[in-house]
DNA sequence: CTAAAATAGTTCAGGACTAAACAATTCAGG
DNA sequence: CCTGAATTGTTTAGTCCTGAACTATTTTAG
């Protein structure tokens, strides 16, 4: 993620570098998604360094892995690209990377000779559940600033902005 | 922004591609970071899309052309770099981007020869201002989805979230 | 059946960003 | 002062991803 965090408008200043845009009133829906925007970069920053840090891989190669660890039985690339929500070449590549390192393999499905199978190898899945404990670890740690009832209530408020974007541009993918 | 969006672990499902993950009960948060990630992500995306649709510029440049709309008697580039979150190397090729194409300007610093001041120029910010206006549009249509209290809610969470995840670590820098 | 359209995966050129090395300048401690 | 450390902006090599072109296969319409 990259990388990127503003966007911004008009007006008015605020506290925090970033979001410190948008005036005053009226745009508190740009104000609250850029504070979104902003607060989810940071957080993704810094658990892409951890990975890196910690384990040597990037965070693309771990949702790849994510991904998989959900379905034992494996995944047609192209229904992986869908979730992960990038090209197929990305996931040509990413496969190719973890086929080297034996963590996944390529199957051929029975139904369709131009797709593969991928999924994980034993030492895939061993090795993402070593990653996957950490990973938890650090989430819990960011979001410990947040009492239980919260972090619900933001679930259930970001499924409901979540289905009203989906709705209105029907480019969003993933099922 | 690029891309990725998932990250992962443990056990059950869901109903929504990406954040479907993260098991039963107590991976609430796991549960909660994964749906802003893919909320945001997919949200970014869109927004990217536009923006090189309607005007034919990316992310970065608007964001860059935002945080100068702010300051118009211009910023240090290595400010500018800490507000964008971005690598000063990126803000040096941005900065002869924009100034070839006339809408922003590089002036001597008078208390440090070593480093410019970048501002918009008129056109600069005539250009930033129609922008702005459209891409507030956007998101006001994206987030209608959300009522105003639940806005403001929201908005309060992610600042709690926001000024716990800066404690912890140092690394966020922007003021 | 068969030709045309659609789809799965691959390849490749290119865009956008980073990290690291660098020159110029400023700052800090003796 | 004045030398060493820190900081500003730039350059460069490298990473990661996209979009478009391509091959092989499957699906769809007639």
Redesign the interface.
């Known amino acids: ?10 007006s008015d ?1 605020e506290e ?3 979001e ?2 948008a005036g005053r009133e009226d ?7 850029l ?13 892409r ?1 951890r990975l890196r840090e910690r384990f040597g891989i990037s ?2 190669r ?2 790849y892995m ?2 998989l ?2 379905y034992e039985e494996g995944l047609k690339m192209r229904v992986l690209s ?5 090209t197929g070449g990305n996931v040509t590549g990413l496969t190719d990377e973890l086929e080297r390192d034996g963590l996944v393999g390529r199957a051929h499905s029975p139904d369709d000779r131009r797709s593969w199978i991928v999924s994980l190898t034993p030492k895939g899945r061993a090795s993402f559940e070593t990653m ?1 404990k950490e ?2 670890q650090w ?8 009492d ?1 009832k ?6 259930a ?10 709705r ?2 029907p ?5």
């Open positions: 993620m990259r990388n990127d965090a503003s966007h911004a408008a008009l200043a925090l570098g970033h410190a845009r745009h508190a829906m740009l104000r609250l998604w504070r979104m925007l902003a607060s989810t970069t940071q957080i993704e920053a810094e658990i360094r965070l693309a771990f949702d994510a991904q660890y959900r869908r979730y992960l929500m990038v996957a990973h938890e989430i819990l740690e960011m979001f410990s600033g947040l239980m919260t972090v619900r209530q933001m679930h408020q970001l499924g409901q902005l979540r289905v009203h974007v989906m209105s541009e480019a969003g993918e993933e099922g």
